[in-house]
């Protein structure tokens, strides 16, 4: 549902295909966090001496001339939808799972700003990428190991009580089926 109806809402957002104005002035959530990713990358770049600047709604610059576009297929809305379906899909109260989705959302802009940021130093200093893999792949696997470590805290977050709680009725239940 958080995947598709992210497509959805691109593909109905974008003049080049089924566009609708009524969403893409109110529902189109990918233009603002793509301006939010751009503009954390050139503050992190700022910090470590790295001046940039925004071309256009999809592209950074670092002022020496390197730049990054930000196609939609780097803005990690594919890791967002995997994280927040998990949550949803998972046991807890709402307040409980806002939490958890927001903060893992975070996590995962962070990431990305910091891949963006690397990306564009890593230009500047002409380096290598590790084993050759591109920086989607590296993103891709930071964003799953880390969401892999927020399912394992997720899952912990109940406690023992509620694992007894849960084996004991599960206990009961097949008791009651023999």
Known sequence: MFYFGTLAIIGLSSPDNFYS???????????????????????????????????????????????????????????????T????????????????????????????????????????KHWTIPLGWDHHTWFNIAAYLLIFAMIYFYDRSFGKSDETLINTNANQNTEALQ
């Open 85 to 124: 379906a998990f949550v949803f899909a998972n046991r807890g109260g709402w307040k409980k799972k806002a939490v958890w989705v927001l903060s893992g959302l975070f996590a995962l802009w962070i990431i990305n700003v910091w891949r963006i940021a690397l990306l564009l130093m890593g230009m500047k």
């Open 21 to 83: 104005s009524f969403v893409a002035a109110y529902m189109n959530f990918i233009a603002p966090l793509r301006f939010s990713l751009l503009r954390g990358a050139g503050m992190l770049l700022s910090a470590f001496g790295y001046p940039s600047s925004l071309k256009d709604d999809y592209t950074i610059l670092l002022n020496s001339g390197e730049g990054v576009r930000m196609v939609y297929s780097c803005i990690g809305y594919g890791v967002m939808s995997f994280w």
